[in-house]
């Protein structure tokens, strides 16, 4: 009788957040199920930024050469954003109604520690880097190779573990083959003075390191505004990576990347350094056009990404009837047997769009503008960028999209630990004494699109739609 009992209360609560997400959904407003900073509609996480000017910062010594000494303050540069407007912007006026700058250098210290447990509590990760990666790291460093790109706002409950990685793994990597770019602002938390800070500690090993502010506010703009909102500020943080490897416009720095450059693309998310490097081993090692983690809420046990993500079916991960509810949730790849034969061993597998929380991209499609980040165009389907993002990609034979099931990412630590726990580490699932794909796990790729794609602009109103 009590087990009944259970099963019912499991049910009724089932239903009622599939309602509760339904309202919320044709209100067009999708929650941020983790903090309650923002909204989120990817849609990838919601941004609110602030911006007067767009400023870039960066050590442009001669790039490639480590900078040793710190900057007195955040420094003017011509690349990219003067050069594009012919006129040198001015710095934002940054506002912290919140942090100390002893505060801001408590950040600053966590972040460059890697190990550190004292100062902020953050998802445990392991500290050694498996010999898997080992060719990640090889190579020429006269050139940037890694490339990565964040929109943040109000992120300094997730920054100690989300920077901390990223660092970590640029030290692996080879600070002076990677690049950070932030598009900030707005944050009254400390976000843009953290950044600033690292910024100098980030150059001063030799990374190279660009900070962008923007004014959009996702949040003033609903439905397609909405999404062209975000679009936008995702490729102002890949504006560094355009305007200089491929408008060639000054030709001291047009040649400061690398042909197989790869962006990685990251939320507002705690992860750890494996996860990237494994993303970007994937990538590179299948031959990926797009590589994608998985996100997940309530403690690692509900994918979260489900508005923007295919399958190579074309339908969404998990089946979302006309009732909007999320009963099926649990049955990821019901439609796909291929791919959910895959997932379920922890296999790397294509799709036709994802995103996760984390993506790698080949840089010399956003370069040489191939394609960018965008809304729908009238008369197409209303999707998430990301989504379009993958239809483009398709559409210029660029279809080589894989979802990473190792790779598993939260938008807390406090969610992160949970989601470690339910879903793995990544080394739970890789043989990560390997230096190469195992036979399993090379993925054979498709070359045409589904035939037909889920297309939901509500949950409630599913449809279908031409791939490209």
Known sequence: MRARQYQILIAAATIAF??????LRLNDVKPRLNRGLG??????????????????????????????EKPSSPQKSTLPGDISSGVSPEEPEPSNQYLSPEDVEKYVESIMDFEDETRFERVSCPAEIPHRYSQLSSGSNDKIKYFFALDLYQSVEIIPRLMSSIVYAMLFLG??????????????????EILAALQKRV??????????????????????HRIAALAELRNIALEPLKSVGASGLDDSLADIYSSEAV??????????PEDILELVFQ???????MTCSFDWIFNGTLFYDVWVSRSLVGDTFFEIPHDASWA???????????????????????????WGGMVTLDAATFAENTVKFRASDPGECYMGEPTLLAKDLYRHGQGKILAVPAVNVAYSDKEAVGTKLMQGYVADHVDTSR????????????AAPPGMVKCLPNFDQPSWAKPV
Not at 44 to 51: G, N
Not at 265 to 270: E, G, R, S, T, V
């Open 18 to 23: 599939g309602l509760w997400f339904l309202t």
């Open 39 to 68: 909204i989120d509609i990817h849609d990838s996480k919601f941004i609110y930024i602030s911006h007067s000017s767009l400023t870039y910062q960066t050590n442009l010594k001669t790039l490639g050469e480590a900078e040793t």
């Open 175 to 192: 600070p002076e083959r990677c690049a950070i770019s932030v598009t900030e602002g707005r944050s009254e938390d400390g976000t843009y």
């Open 203 to 224: 150059q001063g090993m030799g990374g190279h390191f660009f900070l962008s502010t923007s004014d959009i506010n996702p949040m003033d703009n609903y439905g397609q």
């Open 263 to 272: 962006v990685i693309f990251i939320n507002d998310i705690a992860l750890c």
């Open 283 to 289: 990538h590179i090692n299948q031959g990926a056009h």
């Open 328 to 354: 099926y949730s649990k049955d990821l790849f019901w439609s796909d047997p291929d791919g959910k034969r895959r997932y379920e061993a922890h296999k790397p597998f294509q799709v036709y769009s994802c």
């Open 435 to 446: 230096p190469i794909l195992a036979q399993d796990e090379i993925v054979p790729w498709q």
